[in-house]
């Protein structure tokens, strides 16, 4: 059963400070894996995806992925307020069709 | 920009009733996909379904659910007696490939939350 693990926090990081979320998977074979933001009573927004080792950029977001150690993380440079939510990794099935989900990480930025 | 959309936004009803979440995904995706999030925890796989067929179902997904694309632009599930352990928020999301790949996105919709007194 492939299992992706995130601390369920929250983390709180002042304005304009990086935030840092991680996520860990047991599955070695995994390929790819997708972060989504999703706010309180809302559906999972995506943010980033990743396939490969190394880190990729997406204006104020950037996502690492490191395969050895079977962790992938999201980076927020300049957080704002409204970058406030819970923050879900998520990796597909060995199967290929369903997403599963981490518990998500909340993330508080205060003003 | 394209987007998945659910209908109703929240549906209350009796336990042992029947009900049908309706979804319209975004018009040229070809898979759909429900999931479900109980209060509090995490967004749980129930479905994915492709060419009118199911392609995978999870455990939670057992003889009380089933789905339909009834025309070219609906995708609905319905749950046949609902239970008190059915409320929870149900989202419809959709992928736009032609064949399964590790790399495709799953786009959701706003969501159905289900409340079953």
């Known amino acids: 059963q492939k299992e992706v693990e995130q601390n369920s926090g929250p983390l709180s990081v002042p304005e304009g400070a990086i935030a840092s979320l991680n996520c860990t998977y047991s599955d070695r074979v995994s390929q790819s894996f997708f972060w989504y933001r999703q706010y309180s009573g809302k559906s999972p927004e995506l943010i980033m995806s990743i396939y490969s080792n190394g880190d990729k950029e997406d204006g104020r977001f950037t996502a690492q992925l490191n395969k050895a150690s079977q962790y992938v993380s999201l980076l927020i440079r300049d957080s704002q307020p409204s970058d406030s939510a819970t923050y879900l990794c998520a990796e597909y099935s060995n199967s290929g069709y369903a997403l599963n989900f981490g518990k998500g990480t909340s993330l508080l930025v205060t003003p | 920009e394209p987007e998945v959309t659910q209908t109703p936004s929240h549906q209350v009803t009796q336990m042992g009733q029947e009900v049908i979440l309706r979804c319209v995904p975004i018009?040229?995706?070809?898979?759909f996909y429900w999931y479900r999030q109980i209060l509090g925890q995490k967004v749980e796989f129930l479905v994915s379904?492709?060419?009118?067929?199911?392609?995978?179902k999870s455990e939670i997904f057992d003889d009380q659910f089933s789905v339909e694309r009834p025309d070219g632009s609906n995708f609905t599930l319905k749950i046949r007696s609902t239970k008190l352990e059915d409320s929870a928020m149900y989202f419809c999301?959709?992928?736009?490939?032609?064949?399964?790949?590790?790399?495709?996105?799953?786009?959701f919709g706003p969501g159905t939350r289900l409340t079953v007194l």
């Open positions: 379904f492709y060419n009118n067929e199911i392609s995978e």
């Open positions: 018009s040229n995706h070809l898979y």
């Open positions: 999301a959709s992928s736009d490939s032609s064949e399964i790949s590790p790399t495709d996105t799953q786009y």
